[in-house]
């Protein structure tokens, strides 16, 4: 009896070790390998139409070895790119995040859609909303130069097209030059460069006659 109370014993504190230990360790393989960035876009309290078919991608590192990490999310919205906006912006507010009223936000004018430029931290974000993906396959189907070799291309009808796409962009701020200047040089480290000084050509010289 107590070889088998001791075995039940010893059964269960080597189960509770490996539960408590192991938990853990998924948890935090889970939160290095996930980026914390992505992490929190996804808390972003919107609803869910306004988050449908989420997209994620990035590039560079997360530690800014040689490149710094560029975060992108896609996604889709049931409703009008103005209200999906007026939801992204009051729930990027909530996180904590404060409009950047800054030059080349954006580069190109935008003629359908909000493009507001965001800060937080170390990180500097754009946010997109504009027009659904089946609008775009409209206007790509008018342009003779994008349709297919068939000549016909399957179109959503206008008024079956609502929605609008989300588009998210997120660097380091230290990378994204925009409201930067460039810091001027120090006069006291610039000097001039003096003119050269041209000595007496050598193949002007006349050779000396042997005596």
């Known amino acids: 009896m107590r070889a088998k109370r001791r075995l039940r014993v010893i059964t269960l504190v080597s189960l509770s070790v490996v539960v408590l230990g192991l938990l853990p360790l ?3 393989i889970q939160s290095v390998s996930r980026d914390p960035v992505f992490n929190s876009l996804d808390s972003l309290s919107v609803p869910g139409w306004a988050a449908s078919q989420v997209k994620d991608q990035g590039s560079g590192s997360r530690w800014c070895f040689l490149d710094c990490r560029f975060r ?8 009008s790119p103005d209200e999906t906006a007026k939801v992204y912006s009051a729930a990027l507010t909530t996180a904590g995040w404060q409009r950047w009223r800054v030059a080349q936000c954006p580069d190109q004018p935008v003629t359908n ?7 937080r931290d170390e990180f500097t974000l754009d946010l997109w909303v504009g027009p659904p993906e089946c609008a775009v396959d409209q206007v790509a189907a ?7 070799s068939s000549g ?7 008024g079956k097209c609502v929605g609008s796409t989300i588009s998210i962009k997120v660097q380091n701020a230290i990378t994204d030059l925009r409201g ?8 006291s480290l610039v000097g001039e460069t003096p003119d050269p000084t041209l000595g007496p050509d050598p193949l002007l010289t006349p050779t000396p006659a042997q005596s």
Do not use: H, M
């Open 113 to 119: 859609g909000s493009y507001t430029c965001w800060r």
């Open 142 to 148: 008018q342009d003779p130069v994008a349709l297919p």
């Open 152 to 158: 016909v291309v399957p179109t959503t009808p206008p």
């Open 26 to 28: 998924i948890f935090g």
């Open 72 to 79: 992108e999310r896609t996604a889709q919205s049931s409703k």
């Open 180 to 187: 930067k200047t460039e810091p001027k040089p120090n006069p």
